[in-house]
């Protein structure tokens, strides 16, 4: 797999400045170690047996952390942090990071947090931007949402916010958001290569979904999935003391099902997860709703989760995106929530059906202790590689190493839940679904 890809880094330049932070070259003098651009992992854990082909050096991550050697001069960098699209755990912990490690650990004391996503860069706006520093991050920890504001849209004026980071004279761009986000952040970073400018763009990737290629997790992911099970108790609770109880849970997950998977994992409560990556009829013997009746006459009730892109090749009659270029879906929800109580009115059957939506309060939720671990330590990479003059990168997590991921590789595609991997079977096992509520599956 790591021969699709280039990992290979972009640099501003040479780094010729000492870096401030006082660390070691020597291994076993119990000082802890700078991070060297030949400090390297592979993206696939996976062996065979035989002869191996030489690993190309385009096929390795390189580590993050901090160099000994730094390509900006401290006292003269300005930086900028942005927040871009929806709501996710963690944001506020990844922007105190990224400020208190600039302002500690190098000593840079011109942070700049643009307002409301790409929008703050457009003067027709009107958004101030917003002075940062180590007092008025403190406590942003603690609560949810974006200390800086968020917005869907705007990425696409690449020249407007070219031209707004040289009026502020940025040297460095801290950009957190999803796909689309970092989609935008490399032609913002080819705008600014394009005009010789040497200002580092540096990506953290942000989603609840967890569907960012190449890396372990998005932040945010933990929360959401320890927040939905808190949700998925509730809907048990219900379900069970009724007659005929059925709890019914939409869950985030556009184009994947991590969090319906790993919830239904988490609680031991669900009977059904429906996701995007794996197909399903309604009607029929083999479809949904005879194996929900047929649960329903063994336990008296029943617990769903679904994701809210299951369904939607079924349900979309026009494809229409928002301001991020998203596409709007319909509401999986709502509608399989009236397919259900049409099919037991038809056939007379009782059924006490509690429908939940919890998305918005989840995914404003501040972040969980693991979350937030995780978020200070992408906070810390990213300050480490910008000072280094490390460009058109994300930092993410594989294989338990904080790496350097080229933008482009990143966005080349996104992750899903395997129909044949062992995280969907251990959903199968946790729930006792059947394997494929499809009519014509035989197996």
């Not at 939607?312 to 999986?332: C, I, S």
């Not at 509608?335 to 059924?351: G, P, S």
Request: one cysteine or more.
């Amino acid at each position: 797999m790591s021969e699709d890809f280039d990992f290979t880094i972009n640099t501003l330049g040479k780094c010729n400045i000492k870096s401030p932070i006082k660390m070691s070259t020597a291994a076993g003098d119990k000082v802890v170690n700078y991070v060297t651009d030949d400090k390297l992992v592979r993206l696939s854990t996976d062996v065979k047996t035989g002869a191996q082909k030489p690993v190309k050096r385009t096929q390795v991550l390189e580590c993050a952390g901090p160099r000994e050697m730094i390509y900006f001069t401290p006292a003269h960098v300005h930086a900028g942090i942005v927040t871009c699209g929806g709501l996710c755990p963690g944001l506020n912990d990844v922007i105190r990071a990224i400020v208190r490690c600039l302002w500690y650990r190098y000593g840079v004391e011109r942070i700049t947090g643009i307002r409301y996503g790409f929008k703050g860069f457009l003067p027709e706006s009107g958004f101030d931007v917003k002075k940062l520093d180590p007092e008025s991050v403190d406590d942003i920890h603690k609560i949810g949402g974006t200390f800086l504001g968020s917005a869907r849209g705007g990425g696409r004026e690449v020249s407007k916010i070219v031209d707004t980071m040289e009026k502020l004279n940025l040297n460095m761009l801290f950009i957190i958001g999803g796909d689309g986000t970092q989609r935008g952040s490399l032609d913002i970073a080819e705008e600014v290569e394009r005009r010789k400018l040497k200002i580092a763009l540096v990506g953290i990737p942000k989603t609840v979904d967890n569907d960012f290629a190449l890396i372990d997790r998005s932040f945010g992911f933990n929360t959401a999935v320890a927040k939905a099970v808190e949700v998925v108790a509730a809907a048990h609770m219900e379900a069970s003391s009724a007659i005929n109880g059925v709890g019914l849970v939409k869950l985030m997950g556009r184009e994947s099902g991590f969090i319906a998977a790993c919830t239904a994992l988490a609680s031991h409560e669900v009977n059904f997860v429906l996701i995007p990556e794996v197909p399903f009829n309604l009607e029929g013997t083999n479809g949904f709703l005879h194996h929900l009746e047929e649960r329903l006459k063994r336990s008296k009730h029943a617990v769903i989760i679904v994701a809210e892109g299951a369904m939607q090749d079924q349900l979309l009659t026009e494809r229409k995106t928002d301001a991020g270029g998203n596409l709007k879906m319909a509401d999986v929800g709502t509608y399989l929530r009236e397919r259900i109580i049409k099919y037991f009115d038809e056939r007379k059957i009782e059924i006490n059906l509690k429908y939940i939506d919890p998305s918005y309060a989840i995914r404003s939720a501040p972040a969980d202790p693991d979350d937030s671990i995780y978020c200070e330590r992408l906070g810390n990479a990213a300050a480490h590689a910008a000072m280094a003059g490390k460009n058109k990168l994300i930092i993410g997590l594989v294989n338990n190493e904080f790496v350097h991921l080229p933008i482009k590789e990143v966005i080349s595609h996104r992750n899903h839940v395997d129909p044949e991997g062992n995280l969907w079977r251990d959903t199968l096992d946790a729930t006792h679904q059947p394997v494929l509520m499809v009519n014509q599956f035989s197996k």
